[in-house]
């Protein structure tokens, strides 16, 4: 399987300097992170963001706990920074955080780059990919963007130079790499 790039965006009325800070502080993870995850930060408080900063996080996937362990491999506040994960259940996961000024707030930028356990068959892995990642990812990140969105308020972009396609969550999403 090859890497697979997962894109969300969400504008917010708030200051990016105010949505980064935000950010800086793994802890927060936990309030935009769904409860059936069982999401946990294992690293000693208080856990801030920083080049180089290593982080362990626990989480459940279908009831099973997972140890995650993430790089902060870029640190560029208050633009952007990407975590790396280091230990976990995918072979590679790049989640590039993108903070970006517009009219009015700022615009929200994940995008992951991801790819399933090289142990598994190409198409197995295409397969749970379909069925399950994607579809998990989606969710994740609507229950995200909804909780964002309550906390610092929401501005809806028609904006036509956005890439890929909307859903009635209105979250964007590119099509997969080839």
Same mark, same amino acid.
């Given at each position: 399987?090859?890497? &697979? ?8 009325? @708030?200051?990016?300097? @105010? ?24 690293? %000693? ?5 920083? &080049? ?5 996080? &626990? ?23 990407? !975590? ?20 009015? $707030?700022? @615009?929200?930028? !994940? &995008? ?12 197995? %892995?295409?397969?749970? !990919? ?9 969710? /994740?990140?609507?229950? @995200?963007?909804?909780?964002? %969105?309550?906390?610092?308020?929401? /501005?809806?972009?028609? !904006?036509?130079?956005?890439? $890929? ?14």
């Amino acid at each position: 399987m090859k890497t &697979q790039t997962f894109r969300v965006e969400q504008t917010v009325p @708030r200051s990016r300097e @105010r949505i980064f800070s935000f950010f800086e502080k793994a802890e927060n993870l936990a309030l935009i992170t769904p409860r059936w995850l069982d999401f946990r930060v294992l690293s %000693a408080s208080p856990v801030e963001v920083y &080049q180089g900063r290593v982080i362990d996080y &626990q989480i459940k996937l279908s009831g099973v706990p997972i140890h995650w362990r993430s790089l902060i491999s870029r640190y560029d506040p208050p633009i952007s920074f990407v !975590d790396e994960q280091l230990v976990g259940p995918y072979a590679i996961w790049r989640h590039l955080h993108r903070f970006e000024s517009v009219p009015g $707030g700022t @615009r929200l930028v !994940d &995008q992951v780059e991801y790819r399933l356990p090289t142990w598994l068959p190409r198409r197995s %892995a295409e397969t749970i !990919d379909r069925i399950y990642t994607k579809p998990q990812l989606e969710k /994740i990140f609507a229950y @995200r963007k909804a909780v964002f %969105a309550d906390m610092f308020g929401n /501005i809806l972009s028609d !904006d036509p130079g956005h890439a $890929g396609r909307s859903d009635e969550n209105n979250v964007m999403e590119t099509e997969s790499c080839v």
